[in-house]
């Protein structure tokens, strides 16, 4: 596309010359999308209290029946992450990425994130690995324990010692059991925030997640619209 004034080349999606500024006809491809994702948006009165800025629109909410209950003043028993089309509100349970390593910490509290500055979702398995490693080297232990028993050596003091070796083993293998959880993951430019995924469906999951790249698209292609905006797609 040639700019009418200047005759700069333009990419697709620019509305506006990059060197001029002078506006290019074209279909409004961002007011539909627009259009679309607050037609989509799930109304939930009342959940401007705890935006910003109150002229924030919803458009996604994962945990929408946790965001009810706190609207309602029923408390929180999990924790929900709503997005509107400026920012990501955390608030209730979670698990808190610290650094660039994944050390999850469950905390309860609240965050707010720039949608800018959103960086990817996923989903994953969480597990202390330690507690796992530690449980098949008490098993060993405790099966050699047993061996040298049985071979007619001290065999009462070495079926004690394989019996606590297994005790060790049961316990460390529980605890490795509890601390799988299954993760859905926000994650963002200094760090990430983590839900269980037992608290959601996966349909839920899946919605907001295409309501959350959505509203991202929206407001990176509102950006490169503007007079000027397009210097980064040289």
Known sequence: MICEKC???????FRYCRVCGTPVPSADLLGDKKA????QADMIPGSEKFFIDPNERLVGVLGKDYLSDYLDGKGLRRG?????????????????QHGGRMSLLRAKGSAVIDLADVTGTRIFSSA??????????FFVAAAGAGVYAFAGHSTKLFCYIAGG?????????LGYLI??????????????????????????F???????????????????????GGDSRR
């Open 206 to 228: 899946y919605e907001f997640q295409r309501q959350l790249y959505l509203a991202k698209d929206i407001l990176i292609e509102g950006y490169m619209q503007t007079p000027y």
């Open 80 to 96: 929900f992450v709503a997005v509107t089309d400026r920012r990501v509100y955390q608030k209730g349970r979670a698990y808190v």
């Open 7 to 13: 005759g700069e080349e333009l990419g697709n999606g």
């Open 179 to 204: 601390s799988r959880r299954g993760l859905i993951t926000i994650t963002f430019k200094s760090g990430g925030v983590s839900l269980d995924r037992k608290w959601f469906r996966k349909d839920e």
């Open 36 to 39: 679309m994702l607050l037609a």
């Open 128 to 137: 202390n690995m330690l507690r796992l490693v530690l449980c098949v080297l």
């Open 165 to 173: 070796l297994l005790l060790l083993s049961a316990v460390c293998l």
